[in-house]
Nanobody, 126 residues
Framework: QVQLVESGGGSVQAGGSLRLSCPVS????????MGWFRQGPGKGREGVAA???????NYADSVKGRFTISKDNTKNTLYLQMNSLKPEDTAMYYC????????????????????WGQGTQVTVSS
């Protein structure tokens, strides 16, 4: 059974930083893509960043230069380092995983992901 459990969310002031973690268990595919998504109040789910098994990364334009996605294969853990946070980054953040390979243009599309965590809340105050 695949499990993803996000942690690291919290409340910070604008300009601050947070690091989200998502350990993954039961996921043993050699080709995969993992991503971070967020859903703000009254908004749809948005792809934030993705990384595949070859360490190729994708970022939403709104977070480029501020957020960094990474993974530690020895710990089976996905990370999202978030710097220079803005109030508009306030959202529930979810990690997700899919097995197989997918084109770069689809990596920030939520419908291609098979497995999801329960989310961690990030609140940024001005």
């Amino acid at each position: 059974q695949v499990q993803l459990v996000e942690s690291g969310g919290g409340s910070v002031q604008a300009g601050g930083s947070l690091r989200l973690s998502c350990p993954v268990s039961g996921f043993t595919y050699s080709s995969y893509c993992m991503g971070w998504f967020r859903q703000g109040p009254g908004k749809g789910r948005e792809g934030v960043a993705a990384i595949d098994s070859d360490d190729n990364t994708n970022y939403a334009d709104s977070v480029k230069g501020r957020f960094t996605i990474s993974k530690d294969n020895t710990k089976n853990t996905l990370y999202l380092q978030m710097n220079s946070l803005k109030p508009e980054d306030t959202a529930m953040y979810y990690c997700a995983a899919m097995w197989g390979r997918i084109g770069s243009r689809y990596r920030l599309e939520s419908q291609v992901y098979n497995y999801w965590g329960q989310g961690t809340q990030v609140t940024v105050s001005s």
